[in-house]
């Protein structure tokens, strides 16, 4: 099935201005103006991290106010500005969605990173590849809010090299025998649905053995194992299949074409860093109401050069994010250049936690109850897992180097 | 020039390299921190075994330790983990300064808790508004004939919420003096009457637990007065090139240990169908660690070697200190870097390195002090 959003934009679209006003109406109508909690010491939640420790009661709060306002978002309009009106989406140009985000800046949106993953590759892969009954069945309460997806790529033996996954999928009839284990999976212990890859043959070349599918997750024979990660939080699991079966409609792509669709999703996972996916603009601008009410610390010329250091990098990343939707507006896919936007987002987090921890000194570390300061920790412990998830800092340089600056393939009996 | 190690000091690294392999291995170390477990018996241990009487003189009972010696046994220790090597610094360093400036009397009182380690001194100095400015402490001790009365607040104080534990508070006695010269050492018991103790949440350093201690009237004998009058400043001073240049060895123990762990890991993890570790991207950022170490090491040994032969060194402790501290953070990153998704778990002992290293560059005086005491000795007045 494919109903490439771009490509059919709706005869009725509105103007810009009139979905500006309807935008600002709508959202001044359920949100409050963000100036109330991000750019105000002491005001509002201080917590700096997605992977922050919580319980499980605060963790299911969390979820039900992203989902209350996804639903609340898509039920006016604003859910899926570019996707198609048989699939529930308001059929609006790119334009449209970059200007409501723009908008939406300026409010105090409830945080929805649970659906980051769901929505930004999960849903786009069955829609590209899915046959129409898992589209339908998914991907608009996907945008909806109603379901959410995980990504099971990573295995215990496949990471950043994950065209060696084992899991197997065995044909049977009509069905598939799925059997392995993937760790690592985020949100899996929310998820409704998975996008699946697993081997189909093991006779063939590795990335041409591969088929993927997009898989409910309470099928029989899926358990599901909370990992800690090192920030406390449990967002990130094990997920055992064994001889679960599944049906040949949940296929995505080709037989044995399940690499193609991975390359799809990968590419769609980088381009989740653009704009401002890893918070990077919000963390700088704690950064700096971190210095500046630390009167030591905002004389200091080394903090000083530091933080303008970061603030100029922040300011360029920014600017080639706009770059970049830029070129998806123009209907180009997202390519290889992404991999910048994650490394350097990546890399700037690193210096931000890093110069708020030299500056808070054990108060970053220790929790003295005192608001914007212990919080820091979480980003402390959250930017490795940054560095590693979605393709650790090494393998994007491997991609700059070989598809981008056009370097020769790293020597490799395989590759 | 000689770099060896005499063949006592080699006996000596291998006994603490095996009591680290049988009685804390990382792994144990990270359960322990996971629990906020205090492991007694291994204190008990390390007493059996001599090694906090090691840095008495041996007309003392002691055990007469070179400092190198004692230097050995931290970066041996810090390789089960750095909480485990400062449970071991932090016992003796305020022991000593109690050897060295305390009356006959409180030495022959406080004597065979000192060489059997039984003591948890803990050593108060840092305060809300009182960090790396130690000598702005407030916390007031108003002297009333045979003792004194103490209020205020500590802030940081690692081991104050052991049992047992007696707290090394320095306290202001001259509110009038200049901020350096007002200042008293006096030993409190963590039990005492008016005296609370509250646990502070850290990232890591859970084994001995970072505090806040209340004080509230708290009446402290005059006998538990430790050196001078108001000359308490000197005292904490005076043990500082020493406990920085154990530290550096035991961060380098600890970074080493860290060095070893991603090494092994990257040597048996495969990925594109070779070992993760024969990747240049990470072989040579392994190599630049193993030189950086090299020299910390060899940093740390300097340090002890002039604390023995009675040279001033604050400079080359705090450059020793420095370099480990900061080593023993790059090895940490590099190694959550070479375990990946295996590192961000929490059931890798590289998770418990990072959580731990990150304090590494403020506890005991941060990087920067450190530098600007490098500053200092370069003719450079900072601050
Ligand atoms: C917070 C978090 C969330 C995650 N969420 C998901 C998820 O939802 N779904 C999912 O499928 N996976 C997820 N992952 C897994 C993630 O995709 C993998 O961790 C990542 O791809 C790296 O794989 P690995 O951990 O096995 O590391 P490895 O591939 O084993 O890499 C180990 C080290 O070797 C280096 N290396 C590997 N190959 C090369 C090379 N060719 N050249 C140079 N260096 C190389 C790596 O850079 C790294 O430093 C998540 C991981 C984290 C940390
Ligand atoms: C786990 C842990 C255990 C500890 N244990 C103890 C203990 O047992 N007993 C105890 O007394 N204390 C203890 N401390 C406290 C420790 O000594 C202080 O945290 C440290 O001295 C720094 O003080 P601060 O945190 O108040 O930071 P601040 O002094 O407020 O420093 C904040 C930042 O300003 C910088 N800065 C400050 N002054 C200067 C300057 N002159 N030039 C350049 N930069 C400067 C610092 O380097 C730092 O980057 C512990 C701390 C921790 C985290």
């Not at chain 1, 608001?371 to 897992?385: E, K, N, Q, S």
């Not at chain 2, 909480?83 to 030495?107: C, N």
Request: hydrophobic share 40%; proline share 5%; glycine share 10%.
């Amino acid at each position: 099935m494919t109903l490439n959003p771009v490509e059919t934009p709706c005869e009725t679209a509105i103007d810009l201005a009139t979905f500006e006003t309807n935008a600002r109406r709508f959202l001044d109508a359920h949100l409050q103006p963000a100036a109330t909690s991000t750019s105000v010491w002491g005001v509002g939640d201080d917590t700096m991290s997605p992977y922050a420790k919580r319980t499980p009661a605060q963790e299911l709060e969390r979820i039900e106010r992203a989902r209350a306002w996804k639903q609340t978002e898509f039920d006016a309009g604003f859910g899926w500005i570019t996707g198609p009106l048989e699939l529930g989406g308001a059929a609006l140009t790119p334009d449209h969605a970059r200007l409501y985000s723009e908008i939406q800046n300026a409010y105090d949106v409830p945080p929805t990173d649970i659906y980051a993953i769901s929505l930004g590759m999960v849903a786009p892969a069955i829609l590209q590849h899915g046959k129409r009954g898992v589209v339908d069945r998914y991907v608009e309460a996907m945008h909806r809010g109603d379901l959410i997806g995980c990504q099971l790529f990573s295995e215990p033996g496949a990471g950043s090299d994950v065209a060696s996954l084992t899991t197997k999928a065995t044909c049977d009839r009509d069905d598939w025998i799925i059997s392995g284990q993937k760790v690592w999976t985020s949100g899996a212990h929310h998820a409704d649905v998975g996008l699946l890859l697993a081997r189909s043959n093991t006779d063939a070349p590795k990335h041409r053995g591969i088929t993927a599918f997009a898989i409910p997750m309470s099928l029989p024979g899926i358990e599901v194992r909370p990992l800690t990660m090192m920030t406390g939080g449990t967002e990130f699991n094990e997920v055992f299949f064994d001889d679960v079966r599944l049906h040949d409609s949940f296929r995505l792509g080709p037989i044995d074409g399940g690499w193609g669709v991975a390359i799809s999703v990968l590419m769609n996972e980088r381009a989740l860093g653009t704009g401002d996916a890893f918070g990077l603009g919000r963390a700088v601008e704690r950064l700096r109401m971190t210095t500046a009410v630390q009167p030591s610390n905002a004389r200091n010329p080394l903090v000083r050069q530091q933080l303008a250091r970061i603030v100029c990098a922040a300011e360029c990343i920014r600017y080639q994010a706009l770059a970049a939707d830029g070129r998806r507006t123009a209907g180009l896919p997202p390519g290889p250049a992404e991999s910048v936007f994650k490394l350097a987002n990546t890399h700037a987090l690193r210096l931000v936690a890093e110069l708020a921890g030299q500056m808070l000194g054990a108060a970053a570390i220790a929790d003295t109850g005192e608001w914007g300061t212990y919080a820091w920790a979480d980003l402390i412990l959250t930017v490795p897992g940054l560095r590693v998830a979605g393709g650790t800092d090494e393998v994007m340089r491997n991609i700059l180097a070989e598809r981008v600056l056009g370097l020769p393939k790293e020597p490799s009996s395989v590759r | 020039m000689q770099f060896a190690l005499t063949e006592e000091q080699t006996v000596l690294q291998q006994t603490a390299s095996a009591f680290v392999d049988r009685y804390c291995p990382a792994a144990l170390a990270k359960t322990w921190d996971e629990t906020n477990h205090f492991p007694a018996d291994l204190w008990q241990r390390m007493a059996d075994l001599g090694w906090f009487s090691l840095p008495y003189p041996l007309d003392w009972g002691g055990g007469g330790g070179s400092p190198l010696e004692i230097c050995i046994i931290a970066e041996a220790l810090a390789h089960s983990s750095l909480d485990v090597a400062m449970a071991y610094v932090g016992t003796f360093i305020p022991g000593l300064v109690i050897y060295r400036h305390g009356t006959d009397e409180q030495r022959e009182r406080f004597k065979p808790g000192l060489l059997e380690g039984a003591y948890r001194i803990a050593v108060a100095i840092s305060e809300p508004d009182a960090g790396s400015d130690a000598a702005a402490l407030r916390c007031s001790a108003v002297d009333a004939g045979d003792r004194f009365i103490v209020n205020g607040q500590k802030a940081w104080c690692t081991g104050a919420g052991l049992p047992g534990a007696l707290i090394a508070a320095y306290v202001r006695t001259d509110p009038d003096a200049p901020k350096h010269r007002g200042i008293s050492l006096l030993l409190i018991p963590g039990d005492a009457q008016g005296v609370q103790i509250r646990r502070t949440p850290t990232l890591a350093r859970h084994l001995l637990g970072t505090n806040e201690v209340f004080f509230d009237d708290v009446e402290v004998p005059r006998e538990n007065l430790v050196g001078a009058l108001h000359g308490g400043f000197s005292l904490l001073m005076s043990g500082l090139d020493m406990e920085k240049t154990v530290m550096a060895a035991a961060y380098t123990g600890v970074a080493q240990s860290t060095l070893d762990e991603m090494l092994a890991y990257s040597k048996e993890r495969r990925q594109f169908d070779r070992p993760i570790g024969n990747f240049q991207a990470l072989a040579h950022p392994m190599a630049d660690l193993q030189t950086e170490i090299d020299a910390a090491r060899l940093l740390a040994y300097r340090a002890a070697w002039m604390i023995s032969s009675q040279q001033p060194c604050t400079r080359e402790a705090s450059m020793a200190k420095l370099k480990g501290s900061e080593t023993y953070v790059a090895a940490a990153r590099l190694g959550m870097q070479v375990l990946a998704g295996h590192g961000f778990s929490t059931e890798s002992v590289m998770s418990f390195r990072w959580r731990e290293s990150i304090v590494a560059t403020i506890s005991g005086g941060t990087s920067q002090i450190q530098r600007n005491a490098v500053a200092k000795s370069m003719g450079l007045i900072t601050y």
